[in-house]
């Protein structure tokens, strides 16, 4: 999705039922989250672009200019991807630890499994206003934990955290306001029981290969 | 001298169908709540201990900033609001709307595009500048007009937790009720 021209992107199908990730996230919020929320980042994208050369570049172009370019794109390109990226990384019935390749760079930078989680909850949790919390591989394929404001994501030359995300959790209230209200840390805590580790490994064996 | 939750001067449940009892036990009771104890907990053997919200609103930053500023922002924002709300006083603060955008119409239409238009979480303004003048800002999550010398006259919350429990996506259905049981008597007493 990230090398493809943005006139031919096409509206991600959502690999499960809006019901399938209950309890922990809810199918109204799912409905509203995929057919509300990203439907319309992804149409304002379109609109965005349309009839201007940027329809011929790709996500990843965008994103790496994006100090140039109007907010909207910012905020449209940025919102689509980053839920994109979103859904794939979760499944009702998936592996719900890493392994292999990834438990061993987990464990060389953050020490253990535990360790990353609990720094990934923090960035998380403490990320003021609307955001997303990310787990990246760097230039140097170190893996990085960092959060961004609104649709921001690290692949953006705006990003503190320059880096080609694997794992992201919105924390936009919308995500997850209907069934957690102020309660944004029970609705990360519960995000590990949807987390699918088969494709953020396969998230991380890609990013590796596209450095 | 800890900072304490400001009593509402309406039942919770008085602003329905616009904005629910429920959006308010969470709204009043655990956000704006919320923001009052992580403050005091912060500023706690810092020099913003004896300060006022202000103070800290006009030179704190980080975490101080970001709850001082969303204590006084929650509890203007419940001021500006009563249930049926009341109409724009003749006057001259009905006078300056006029004058800085044409028409109290065109004045609303500003406000509720810069409502819809705000991305993410933060608050629409309208505020009286240095010069006398009206202006509509957008603040991005804790933002106040007052950091730039500005005086606060109206504000509505978009971070999501405002409406979502009511209205989910649909912000500007917010913003049309809001509009609704905004006090304009006590807007146009600040000018
Ligand atoms: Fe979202
Ligand atoms: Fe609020």
């Known amino acids: ?65 994006i100090s140039n370019l109007p907010v909207a794109i910012r905020n449209n390109g940025g919102g689509h991807f980053n ?35 609990s720094k990934f909850e ?9 955001g997303w919390a990310w787990l990246s591989v760097k230039k140097d394929k170190s893996l990085c934990v960092c959060s961004s404001a609104n649709q921001d994501n690290p692949l953006m030359d705006v990003s503190e955290c320059k880096a080609m995300p694997i794992l992201g959790l919105d924390v936009w209230e919308h995500a997850y306001y209907l069934k957690y209200q102020n309660r944004r840390p029970d609705y990360v805590n519960n995000f590990w ?14 990013a590796l290969n596209s450095i | 001298m800890a900072f ?16 629910s009892a429920k959006t308010l036990e969470f709204h009043y009771g655990k956000h704006h709540q919320g923001y009052i104890n992580n403050l005091n907990k912060l ?32 509890s203007f924002y419940w001021d500006c609001i009563k249930p049926g709300g009341s109409v724009l006083p003749e006057g001259d603060f009905s006078k300056a709307i006029n004058r800085d955008f044409g028409s109290f119409d065109v004045f609303v239409e500003k406000f509720s595009a810069a409502c819809a238009g705000l991305f ?16 509509i800002i957008q603040e991005s999550n804790a933002g106040n007009p007052l950091r730039q010398g500005k005086t606060p006259l109206l504000t509505c919350d978009v971070w ?30 600040r000018y």
């Open chain 1, 193 to 206: 029981n949807v987390a699918d580790w088969d494709v953020i490994e396969n998230n991380y064996k890609l």
């Open chain 2, 4 to 19: 304490e939750l400001p009593a509402l001067k309406w039942a919770a449940n008085s602003l329905e169908p616009g904005i």
């Open chain 1, 1 to 65: 999705m990230l090398n493809k021209k943005l006139n031919e992107l096409i509206f991600p199908q959502l690999n499960y039922e809006y019901s399938a990730l209950e309890p922990y996230i809810d199918a109204q919020t799912m409905e509203l989250h995929y057919s509300k929320h990203h439907q319309g980042y992804f149409t304002n994208l379109l609109n965005a672009v349309k009839d201007t050369e940027l329809e011929n570049k790709s996500l990843l172009e965008i994103f790496e200019n």
């Open chain 2, 43 to 74: 500023i706690l053997g810092t020099a913003f201990e004896n300060a006022t919200l202000e103070e800290i609103i006009m030179k704190a930053e980080g975490g101080i900033f970001n709850n001082g500023a969303q204590v006084w922002n929650h």
């Open chain 2, 120 to 135: 993410g979480s933060g608050w629409v303004w309208l505020a009286k500048n240095q010069n006398g003048k009206l202006e």
């Open chain 1, 122 to 130: 923090d960035a998380a949790k403490t990320r003021f206003g609307s």
């Open chain 2, 160 to 189: 999501e937790h405002a409406y979502y429990l009511d209205k989910q996506n649909r912000r500007p259905d917010y913003v049309l009720d809001f509009l609704k049981i905004v006090d304009w008597q006590t807007v146009a007493n």
């Open chain 1, 83 to 117: 839920h994109s990226l979103f859904w794939n990384i979760m499944s009702p019935d998936g592996k719900r630890a890493p392994s292999g390749e990834l438990l061993k760079a987990i464990e060389k930078d953050f020490g253990s499994f535990d360790q990353f989680k």
